[in-house]
């Protein structure tokens, strides 16, 4: 798969020239005060005011960043971008990574019968990616979620209670309603119940506790991210993101695929 593009947070694009602007006379207290930021280490929010950055076609948002004594911009990219590129990234090299794991793990049938130990590291770079790949997923989600859901929205159930703020809530009841439509229809059923086994996964992960006096309670996360099926939910978190908000995952059109690599041990 291609990278993914990374989005600016917001961008309007524009209808007029910015050359033109140059034609402008601009009141001299405007002009004091553009003096006056870029002389201080005062950043911007401190005077209430916002970075744009003024392309031929559009304006993009950024920040400014005290770096050492230089005040230096920096573009503001859409978190929801970061993590699903970051999935992406990691999910490249998992074949190779779990076919390495699976063909070095010893046959039980070997055990003790000479031959290589277990490998520590296979397991490690297998399993950081893996995990990675998940966690960048549903970090996509959630993220998309909060970026579309107001800060005052109540999540109520149909009995008018109040509700805790769960990522299925929010992709399930509180985007459709505030999109007024719903990724639901039987089409869309398949990339559903996948991004159901992501959500489960992810927190079976993370909520996870180890159990048992003899053994941990890990083992069957362990299994169950052998047997996931990373592409098919990348490909459902890109068909749920881009049918709330067209194109915002897009593939680069150079074809280049970017891959997190981690180190190898023999
Ligand atoms: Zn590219």
Redesign the pocket.
Known sequence: M??I?LKPSKEHIIKFNPNELDKIKYPPESLEYAKSYVESNRLAEHDEMDIMLLFPDRILFGFDYLDDKVKRVVVELNPVTIFFSNAVMCSGQLKYYKDLLLSQAPDVKAIGKGGEPVNLSHAGMYFQLAINCIINLQAALESFANRVIPDDYKFVGSDGKELASTVTLKLYNSIPAIKGRKFRPSKYRRYNSQIDNLIKLRNHIIHLKPNGLTNTGYKGVYRDLLNFDYYKAIESVRVFINFYEENLIEE?????DFSFIVGQDK
């Open positions: 291609a990278h593009k680069c059109p150079c074809g280049n």
